[in-house]
């Protein structure tokens, strides 16, 4: 076989003709790029190490057993006892209720905030800053707040309704409103990233457009339906599925709010996968429990790239 | 194969360095590098003249300062006994053991070379594969009163007859209570109740002051609502499980009394407070500050309010834990500290010998109450000498006889605030097989009791009892 090289390393820019040798084509093709490859090498170990290793580790566990310090392997035995748990299905439930309700204000609420913060002229890093305050507040720290304002009996939240002479609510003490509290912390505490990548898809808008648009006699919302939303569908369907991965392994609200309470009803899949793991002492259906979760969030992801996929060949 | 110089010249490097990082690994993991410095396990205390290191956790932290300047106090005493034994102690802030933390410890196999573990995880500590059988260390020899220990204690130590913990805390729960809010509601602060139905006519009157004062408050999340479950279901004389272990057996008359009794409290009587407590700590802020009437709890919760929240030493009185009829049973728990595997003979001994010089030697350690009302005495943080508790010896032996005239003698809290606790000593039980998940799983029962108007309390306790079941099964 006889192969071209049309790409020398810089400074040889003769165009050379040879049968090369599998090896020796490695070891240049690695010199030439010897830089690139060494921070490539940094990456990989990183990713392997943090990453890789610890889904096969994970993966292999959930086969596994510890008993007295002494590992055996038990097959699918893991797998059936989180089927069994009678918290199985009702944490999927939570989860999916928690990730739709999220999904409609986390998407809605920052793309709104966005548009609004869009249309000034002035003081918009002002705002943008003002959004993102909640983002670098340490999330425990914040969501912690939330404790005391939706505390049934001397919460800010119910002293301002009770001010304003509408019905109290028990927030976080009752089944029927506690996990909608916990997507009113969620949103709050994360508004600011998702608002900040619209705001920024948003710029981007060539404003020529909707001059054209204004001109055709095209009101807001039009506008917002025609320009913004075509424009922004990218950025608006990978948050999307950034947004969906990101609420189904939600853990830090109702670890701190709610224990999972009240009677389980924010009990989601990855605070039932931790308390196997640290409440249970036991690692391996925990792990099991991920593996499910990961097979979940993997299916809904290619998925989403297929959908894209043949959105984009259409 | 012949090797040519420089391959043998780094094959004798490579076996040079496996030696001695054999060596060097084989000296890290025994403490010392010959048989004499390690010592034998010869179930005699350790030399006084060994050299040897060793490492311990729980130590109090910045949030206790009186504890904190105790114990410095006896590292300088202990290093007057064994002059050659290095302590390193690891302090804690709030709780010292957070089951969550712990387990990742266990998995991690980083535990101190005595290590803290609750009776609650002794399962958990066991599976770990980390406690060493210290059975031929301990003896009356070594630790001094340690055949004259309550059964309840040592079945709490032992496994199959094998030693593998020493006890530094055992209490039984009891009913603490704010006596001034007795006394604001009509009721007697030397009479606490001692039945479930004079508690609830007690927080009813107490609720009845109004100003945000609530009559009593129970647990129901953080594992704490199942533990507190099982405390008021042993009260009744319930079970948590069959005697076989294999079965849950708390889905009974009693378990749904508890349940029944604590959801009338909450939304007939509204004597408990509208805020759930899920953690902890949490139920201690409203104790502090005068805003809850009664609260089960063990002797060291009026020492954790008075110490750590600053709450009014006089305020508290304890009770025996109320039962069907009069004083019911109660749920022994505590503190131990197991010790390490893969550590030296002269490491262990030394463990053992600061284990019972710290927690287990009547005048010494947490029992030096003489130096500690010194230490009060010039202390601008509040300190509480103390609240009696059974510790773990029998009532009859030398050891608590010691401490109790201590007390007499160097407390600073009103003793006869706890008369009814002290005075009408109760049944310990045990907590059950795999505790913390069972205690988990009825956290869900309580937070139904406590947080749901209609809750449906048959169906919850059968639901518990069914996902105990199969707890118990996977065991």
Same mark, same amino acid.
């Given at each position: 076989m006889?192969?071209t090289?049309?790409?020398?390393?810089?400074g040889a820019?003769?165009v050379?003709?040879?049968?090369?040798r599998?090896g020796g084509?490695l070891?240049?093709?690695?010199?030439?790029n =010897?830089r690139?490859?060494?921070?490539?090498?940094?990456?990989?170990?990183?990713?392997?190490?943090?990453t890789?290793?610890?889904m096969v580790?994970?993966?292999v566990?959930?086969?596994?057993?510890?008993?007295?310090?002494?590992t055996h392997?038990?097959?699918?035995?893991n797998?059936?006892?989180?089927?069994?748990?009678?918290e199985?299905?009702p944490?999927?439930?939570?989860?999916?209720?928690?990730t739709?309700?999220?999904?409609?204000?986390?998407?809605?609420?920052?793309?709104l905030?966005?548009?609004?913060?869009n249309?000034?002229?002035?003081?918009?890093?002002?705002?943008r800053?003002?959004?993102?305050l909640?983002?670098?507040?340490?999330?425990?720290?914040?969501?912690?707040?939330?404790?005391?304002?939706?505390?049934p009996?001397y919460?800010?939240?119910?002293q301002i309704l009770d001010?304003?002479?509408l019905?109290?609510?028990?927030?976080?003490?009752s089944q029927?409103?506690?996990?909608?509290?916990l997507v009113?912390v969620?949103?709050?505490?994360?508004m600011?990233s998702a608002t900040?990548?619209?705001?920024?898809?948003?710029q981007?808008?060539?404003?020529?457009l909707?001059?054209?648009?204004?001109?055709d006699?095209?009101?807001l919302l039009?506008?917002?339906?025609h320009v913004?939303?075509?424009?922004?569908?990218?950025?608006?369907s990978?948050?999307?599925?950034?947004?969906?991965?990101?609420?189904?392994?939600?853990?830090?609200?109702?670890f701190?709010?709610?224990?999972?309470g009240?009677?389980?009803?924010t009990?989601t899949?990855?605070?039932?996968l931790y308390n196997?793991?640290?409440?249970?002492?036991?690692?391996?259906?925990?792990a099991?429990?991920?593996?499910v979760?990961?097979l979940?969030l993997?299916?809904?992801?290619? =998925?989403y790239l297929?959908l894209?996929?043949?959105g984009?060949?259409? | 194969?012949?090797?040519?110089?420089?391959s043998r010249?780094?094959?004798l490097?490579?076996?040079?360095?496996?030696?001695?990082s054999?060596?060097?690994?084989?000296?890290?993991?025994s403490?010392?590098?010959?048989?004499?410095?390690?010592?034998v396990a010869?179930?005699?205390p350790l030399?006084?003249?060994?050299?040897?290191?060793i490492?311990?956790?729980?130590a109090p932290g910045?949030?206790?300062?009186?504890? /904190?300047?105790?114990?410095?106090?006896d590292?300088?005493?202990f290093?007057?006994?064994?002059?050659n034994?290095?302590i390193?102690? /690891?302090p804690?802030?709030?709780q010292?053991?957070?089951?969550? %933390?712990?387990?990742?410890?266990?998995?991690?196999?980083d535990?101190?070379?005595?290590?803290h573990?609750y009776?609650?995880?002794?399962?958990?500590t066991?599976?770990?594969g980390d406690? %060493?059988?210290?059975?031929k260390?301990?003896?009356d020899?070594?630790?001094?009163?340690?055949?004259?220990m309550?059964?309840?204690? /040592?079945?709490?130590?032992?496994v199959?007859?094998?030693?593998?913990?020493l006890?530094?805390?055992?209490?039984?729960?009891?009913?603490?209570?704010?006596?001034?809010l007795?006394?604001?509601?009509g009721?007697?602060?030397?009479?606490?109740?001692?039945?479930?139905?004079?508690?609830?006519?007690?927080a009813? !009157?107490?609720s009845?002051?109004?100003n945000?004062?609530?009559g009593y408050?129970?647990y129901?999340?953080?594992n704490t609502g199942?533990w507190?479950?099982t405390s008021?279901?042993?009260s009744?004389?319930? !079970?948590?499980?069959?005697?076989?272990?294999k079965k849950a057996a708390?889905?009974s008359p009693?378990g749904?009394?508890v349940l029944k009794?604590l959801h009338d &409290?909450?939304?007939?009587?509204?004597?408990?407070s509208?805020?759930p407590i899920t953690q902890?700590a949490?139920?201690?802020?409203?104790?502090?500050?005068?805003?809850v009437?009664?609260?089960?709890?063990?002797?060291d919760?009026? /020492?954790?309010l008075?110490?750590?929240?600053?709450a009014?030493?006089?305020?508290?009185?304890?009770g025996? &834990?109320p039962?069907a009829?009069?004083?019911?049973?109660s749920?022994?728990?505590?503190?131990l500290?197991?010790?390490?595997k893969?550590?030296?003979p002269?490491?262990?001994?030394?463990?053992i010998?600061?284990?019972?010089?710290? *927690?287990?030697t009547?005048?010494?350690?947490?029992?030096?109450f003489?130096?500690?009302?010194t230490?009060?005495?010039?202390?601008?943080?509040p300190?509480?000498?103390?609240?009696p %508790?059974? *510790?773990?010896w029998?009532a009859?032996?030398?050891?608590i006889?010691?401490?109790?005239e201590s007390?007499?003698?160097?407390?600073?809290l009103?003793?006869?605030?706890?008369?009814?606790?002290?005075k009408?000593?109760?049944?310990?039980i045990?907590?059950?097989?795999?505790?913390?998940?069972?205690? !988990?799983?009825?956290?869900?029962?309580?937070?139904a009791?406590l947080?749901?108007?209609?809750a449906?309390?048959?169906?919850?306790l059968?639901?518990?009892?069914s996902?105990?079941? %199969?707890?118990?099964a996977?065991?």
């Amino acid at each position: 076989m006889t192969t071209t090289l049309t790409r020398g390393r810089p400074g040889a820019d003769t165009v050379r003709t040879r049968t090369p040798r599998r090896g020796g084509h490695l070891r240049r093709a690695l010199a030439r790029n =010897l830089r690139a490859h060494a921070f490539l090498i940094g990456a990989l170990l990183c990713f392997a190490l943090f990453t890789w290793y610890p889904m096969v580790r994970e993966i292999v566990m959930s086969f596994q057993k510890v008993r007295y310090g002494e590992t055996h392997w038990v097959g699918f035995d893991n797998f059936r006892q989180i089927f069994a748990d009678p918290e199985f299905w009702p944490a999927w439930r939570n989860t999916l209720e928690f990730t739709g309700i999220a999904l409609f204000f986390g998407f809605v609420a920052p793309f709104l905030t966005a548009l609004v913060i869009n249309e000034f002229r002035h003081a918009q890093s002002y705002l943008r800053i003002l959004v993102y305050l909640p983002v670098m507040l340490p999330p425990v720290a914040g969501i912690l707040l939330f404790k005391y304002f939706m505390d049934p009996g001397y919460g800010l939240f119910n002293q301002i309704l009770d001010f304003l002479h509408l019905p109290t609510s028990s927030w976080l003490a009752s089944q029927d409103t506690a996990m909608f509290s916990l997507v009113i912390v969620s949103t709050w505490a994360n508004m600011g990233s998702a608002t900040l990548v619209y705001l920024a898809a948003l710029q981007s808008i060539p404003g020529e457009l909707y001059e054209a648009a204004e001109l055709d006699g095209a009101g807001l919302l039009r506008r917002v339906w025609h320009v913004t939303v075509p424009q922004t569908r990218l950025i608006l369907s990978l948050m999307l599925m950034l947004q969906v991965v990101a609420t189904m392994q939600m853990f830090t609200e109702s670890f701190v709010l709610t224990g999972g309470g009240p009677q389980g009803s924010t009990t989601t899949v990855v605070y039932m996968l931790y308390n196997y793991a640290f409440n249970f002492d036991k690692f391996n259906t925990a792990a099991a429990l991920g593996v499910v979760l990961l097979l979940v969030l993997g299916a809904f992801s290619a =998925l989403y790239l297929w959908l894209e996929r043949r959105g984009g060949e259409e | 194969m012949m090797l040519n110089r420089s391959s043998r010249m780094a094959a004798l490097a490579l076996a040079a360095g496996l030696l001695l990082s054999t060596a060097a690994c084989s000296s890290d993991s025994s403490g010392n590098s010959n048989d004499a410095a390690a010592g034998v396990a010869d179930g005699k205390p350790l030399d006084p003249n060994a050299t040897v290191t060793i490492s311990i956790d729980c130590a109090p932290g910045a949030d206790q300062a009186a504890g /904190k300047a105790n114990y410095a106090d006896d590292l300088a005493l202990f290093k007057t006994k064994y002059p050659n034994v290095t302590i390193n102690a /690891k302090p804690y802030v709030g709780q010292c053991e957070v089951p969550a %933390q712990q387990t990742a410890q266990y998995k991690a196999h980083d535990e101190t070379g005595a290590f803290h573990a609750y009776f609650t995880d002794r399962d958990a500590t066991l599976n770990s594969g980390d406690a %060493q059988d210290i059975t031929k260390y301990v003896n009356d020899e070594t630790l001094p009163g340690f055949s004259s220990m309550l059964p309840s204690v /040592k079945d709490n130590m032992t496994v199959d007859g094998k030693v593998y913990a020493l006890p530094i805390n055992y209490y039984t729960t009891g009913l603490i209570y704010n006596r001034e809010l007795f006394k604001q509601a009509g009721l007697d602060p030397d009479k606490p109740p001692t039945t479930w139905d004079e508690l609830q006519a007690a927080a009813k !009157k107490i609720s009845a002051l109004g100003n945000g004062i609530t009559g009593y408050q129970d647990y129901s999340g953080g594992n704490t609502g199942g533990w507190h479950f099982t405390s008021e279901l042993y009260s009744l004389g319930g !079970k948590m499980v069959t005697d076989d272990g294999k079965k849950a057996a708390f889905n009974s008359p009693e378990g749904k009394q508890v349940l029944k009794r604590l959801h009338d &409290m909450r939304f007939t009587d509204q004597s408990i407070s509208a805020t759930p407590i899920t953690q902890w700590a949490d139920a201690f802020p409203p104790l502090a500050t005068g805003k809850v009437g009664m609260f089960l709890g063990a002797p060291d919760v009026i /020492k954790h309010l008075i110490e750590v929240l600053g709450a009014d030493a006089k305020a508290y009185g304890l009770g025996p &834990m109320p039962g069907a009829t009069g004083p019911g049973n109660s749920l022994g728990g505590g503190d131990l500290y197991y010790i390490k595997k893969g550590q030296t003979p002269n490491q262990i001994k030394a463990e053992i010998a600061w284990i019972n010089f710290q *927690y287990q030697t009547p005048d010494a350690g947490q029992f030096n109450f003489a130096r500690a009302k010194t230490l009060a005495g010039s202390s601008k943080d509040p300190v509480a000498i103390a609240v009696p %508790q059974p *510790y773990f010896w029998s009532a009859e032996s030398p050891q608590i006889k010691a401490i109790t005239e201590s007390l007499k003698t160097n407390g600073n809290l009103p003793l006869s605030n706890y008369d009814p606790y002290v005075k009408n000593p109760t049944k310990s039980i045990t907590e059950p097989p795999a505790a913390q998940q069972l205690y !988990k799983i009825l956290d869900t029962a309580m937070s139904a009791a406590l947080t749901d108007p209609n809750a449906n309390l048959d169906s919850v306790l059968a639901t518990a009892e069914s996902q105990a079941n %199969q707890i118990l099964a996977n065991q």
